[in-house]
């Protein structure tokens, strides 16, 4: 069974930063492009970064430059360094990875992990 297995969420105050983790566990044949989407209470699931398995990077607008997605695809593992946290920045964060399971020819998929909670008082 895969499964994507995110850490790293928590309370922070304004100004403060959080590093986030999610790893793939499970038989995997490739992984290809991962990234974090993130989804405030009432809003739609917006993306924030992605990162190819090259390690070309793309950053939502609202970034401005404090977030960084990074990966190590030996470990199988997708990192979010935030910094500068605003309180908008609450949400719940979700990992995502384009993966193949068993061969080339396996579909490539989308999967997602659970969520993890990042709550920025001010």
């Known amino acids: 069974q895969v499964q994507l297995v995110e850490s790293g969420g928590g309370l922070v105050q304004a100004g403060g930063s959080l590093r986030l983790s999610c790893a793939a566990l499970?038989?995997?044949?490739?992984?290809?492009?991962m990234g974090w989407y993130r989804q405030a209470p009432g809003k739609q699931r917006d993306l924030v970064a992605t990162?190819?398995?090259?390690?070309?990077?793309r950053y939502a607008e609202f970034v401005e430059g404090r977030f960084t997605i990074s990966r190590d695809n030996a470990k199988r593992t997708v990192y979010l360094q935030m910094n500068s946290l605003k309180p908008e920045d609450t949400a719940v964060y979700y990992c995502?990875?384009?993966?193949?399971?068993?061969?080339?020819?396996?579909?490539?998929?989308?999967?997602w992990g659970q969520g993890t909670q990042v709550t920025v008082s001010s």
């Open positions: 499970g038989t995997i044949f490739g992984i290809y492009d």
């Open positions: 995502e990875a384009d993966m193949k399971l068993v061969n080339r020819y396996s579909p490539t998929q989308a999967y």
């Open positions: 990162i190819s398995s090259i390690g070309t990077t």
